[in-house]
């Protein structure tokens, strides 16, 4: 059974292509997709099945027809909760999940992902988001989550706001469990350390196919640069082997 799946402030389709890529599981088809990037819009269509809807949310939820879906998936624009929105105060994008839910409503959807900054966390609308998904029938659970613990060859935190539907899954949902474990304490578990940026492209060959993107394949991105010289001392004072934020 393929679940139907819709991403909301979907960008160039990211939340997507986890949901549906048969390499992370896939088993949910795209509906479809709402941004209001053009050129987001437009990447998306290009790459998935479904509506690629180029709309503001709220004018569009407000006058479109959305179809019925299974899963609600997105992040509201985290520039509100960002560390570089100092006083947290007077930004509109901090609201933008009430359009969010107000879609989950309308779709249907049994579920829905949300994610964020790990600022949400702490921020004085998260209790305001699960009150208002409590109103809707859904139960949540959120947590901030660190994307190296999942296998991804980066240290990301993130706020997850996990909701089901109550009467449709009695039983609940489950946020997933690590899979990868920080190398500091790899005494304490089992599980694989931390993937690093060269387990992710170590196989790239040393030269690059040249500094221009072109029309031609291969696109794999494999693209040179010319750095300034600030950039390439940058690069000298990295040690071997990398380097963890604030060592």
């Known amino acids: 059974m393929a679940y139907r799946i819709a991403d909301l402030f979907a960008g160039a389709g990211g939340m997507t292509l986890g949901f549906t890529d048969e390499r992370f599981g896939g088993g949910f088809v795209p509906v479809f997709g709402v941004d209001n990037d053009g050129a987001a819009v ?28 299974d899963v609600i998936v997105g992040g509201p624009p985290c520039q509100g909760f960002s560390l570089l929105n100092k006083s947290r105060s007077g930004d509109q994008r901090r609201a933008l999940w009430e359009p969010y839910l107000e879609t989950v409503k309308t779709t249907g959807a049994k579920i829905f992902v949300m994610e964020n900054v790990a600022e949400l966390f702490r921020s004085p609308e998260l209790p305001h988001i699960r009150a208002r998904a409590d109103e809707l029938g859904f139960a949540t659970v959120a947590a901030v989550l660190n994307t190296a613990n999942f296998g991804a060859p980066q240290i990301r935190k993130r706020t997850i706001v996990l909701g089901w539907d109550r009467a449709k899954i009695p039983f609940g949902v489950e946020l997933p469990e690590p899979t990868h474990v920080d190398p500091a304490l790899r005494a304490l578990s089992n599980l694989p350390v931390w993937n690093t940026v060269r387990d992710a492209i170590g196989d790239l060959p040393p030269e690059p196919i040249g500094t221009d993107f072109g029309l031609e394949a291969p696109l794999n991105l494999h693209f040179g640069r010319t750095p300034t010289e600030k950039s390439q001392k940058r690069y000298r004072a990295v040690p071997e082997g990398g380097k963890r934020r604030g060592q």
């Open 42 to 69: 437009r990447t998306h269509h290009a790459n998935f099945q479904g509506q690629s809807v180029h709309a503001n949310i709220e004018d569009w939820i407000a006058h479109g027809d959305p179809p019925a879906v």
